[in-house]
């Protein structure tokens, strides 16, 4: 039964996020979630980050979806295979500017879920489809 509470949490949380109900994320998001996944260049891996990184990513990515094409629950985590698609319209403090070009590409994200809300997330995604279909320069290494 926990398992399916956590996987109706999780649609719950890409429904939010799909329809931009950024006051909702509350609803799914422990306070104090800690975001594994720098999403582009390195937000802050601290409790409570996550919620100006996806208001931050939605401003960035008009309009944005995620599909999920396969979810699995086990104990307290939930894994969800996603088809993110949209367009690099808007600013974001650590992108490039706005190039207008559409995306899509997979990711798989790893919640774990503590007390009902999403208590970390962690992220796999295809960064460099991302960033040939955006049109970005090529990431370096320092």
């Known amino acids: ?10 649609t ?5 996020v799909n329809d931009r109900r950024l006051a909702e994320l509350a609803d799914y998001l422990a306070a104090d979630v800690v975001d594994h996944n720098k999403i582009i260049h390195g937000e802050p891996d601290e409790p ?9 990513q939605l401003a960035a990515l008009r309009p944005y979806h995620a599909t999920v094409e396969e979810l699995i629950a086990a104990d307290d985590k939930v894994v969800a295979r996603i ?4 367009v690099h319209a808007g600013s ?3 992108m490039p500017e706005p190039t207008g070009r559409s995306f899509e590409t ?5 919640f774990t879920v503590a007390a ?3 208590s970390e997330i962690r992220v796999v995604a295809d960064r460099l489809g991302f960033f040939l279909q955006v049109g ?3 990431p370096t290494a320092e």
């Open 83 to 86: 088809v993110q698609r949209g």
């Open 106 to 110: 997979e990711a798989i994200f790893v």
């Open 116 to 118: 009902g809300r999403i």
């Open 48 to 56: 409570g980050a996550a919620f100006a990184a996806i208001e931050q």
């Open 136 to 138: 970005w320069d090529w």
């Open 1 to 10: 039964m926990r398992t399916e509470q956590n996987k109706a949490l999780v």
């Open 12 to 16: 719950g949380f890409f429904a939010a």
């Open 92 to 94: 974001h403090p650590r």
